[in-house]
């Protein structure tokens, strides 16, 4: 091949490799300079399937979420009853070492990712069963917290803080901490955790990414030109990243109401 061929050959590959970069090029990515596709390999790789008993919190976070709103129906009694019965049993389950010594002494900041699948974190932070009853009490926790019991909003906090530095590879986590924190006000952390939680979620649902949205127009609304292309590289779909930009627009305007939840009780 003549120097010349050579030379254009050498432009292509350079093209296709920009072209097929899959490192975010937002300032919100939290991992620069890293590949989002090993890091959303990482995280599947970490998880395991639901256990029953989260799978069962997941359901009952679901139907009593926004019991406290004002003009919302009133929980179903036996959805309550659930929630009781679930929180029972695994308030009652031994802790593992490793939350009880967390939860005495609290970690700042948040832990490193595993660096590739099998290393020494990504064992370490591996999903687990007991982790899952863990994640499931949490979940209790917030449902609580929707419901407005007393002291609900602490133990979530509490469990959400260790359970995310403990796992950091878990977007749903993230998702539900930044929840309850602009929940609370603190905007800046909720912001946080739900920037994680959309780069860390291997497929982000039409829901994530407007709930991603709805947090940056409650956090960071001056962003919101960021904030789109964060939408972009972060979804699977180009017309879903639409679709979300195009309905939450309104929301970064000028005379657009602050998006806050307001804040309960507790």
């Known amino acids: 091949m003549s120097p010349r061929n050579l030379a254009f050959l050498a432009i292509l590959n350079l093209v296709a490799s920009i072209c097929d970069a899959a490192v975010p090029t937002t300032v919100l990515y939290p991992f620069p300079g ?29 139907e009593l979420k926004g019991s406290w709103m004002p003009g919302a129906h009133k929980p179903r009694e036996q959805t309550v009853a659930r929630l009781d019965r ?9 802790k593992p070492n490793w939350f009880s010594d967390a939860m005495d002494a609290p970690q700042s900041g948040s832990a490193d990712l595993a660096e590739k ?19 499931a009490l949490a979940i209790v926790y917030l449902t609580e917290h929707e419901l407005d019991r007393e002291g609900s909003a602490n133990n979530a906090g509490r469990f959400l803080t260790v359970l ?4 950091p590879w878990d977007w ?3 998702a539900l901490y930044a929840r309850l924190l602009i929940d609370a006000g603190l905007a800046d952390p909720g912001w946080r955790s739900a920037t994680f939680s959309i780069f860390l979620n291997p497929e982000p649902s039409l829901d994530d990414l407007k709930f991603f949205a709805f947090v940056g127009a409650t956090a960071a609304k001056n962003q919101w030109p960021e904030i789109q292309k964060a ?33 309960k009780n507790n």
């Open 86 to 94: 679930l929180k029972g049993k695994l308030e009652r389950l031994k």
């Open 164 to 167: 995310t530095i403990t796992h």
């Open 231 to 263: 939408i972009r590289q972060a979804a699977m779909d180009d017309r879903v990243a639409e679709q979300v930009i195009k309905e939450s627009r309104e929301s970064y305007s000028s005379a657009a109401a602050s998006t806050i939840v307001p804040p």
């Open 117 to 135: 699948i099998g290393d020494q974190a990504f064992m370490k932070q591996k999903d687990s069963p007991e982790y899952q009853s863990l994640k």
């Open 172 to 174: 749903e986590l993230h």
């Open 34 to 62: 890293t590949d989002l596709k090993k890091i959303r390999a990482i995280t599947m790789a970490e998880r395991i399937q639901d256990s029953p008993d989260l799978s069962e919190a997941w359901q009952v976070y679901g």
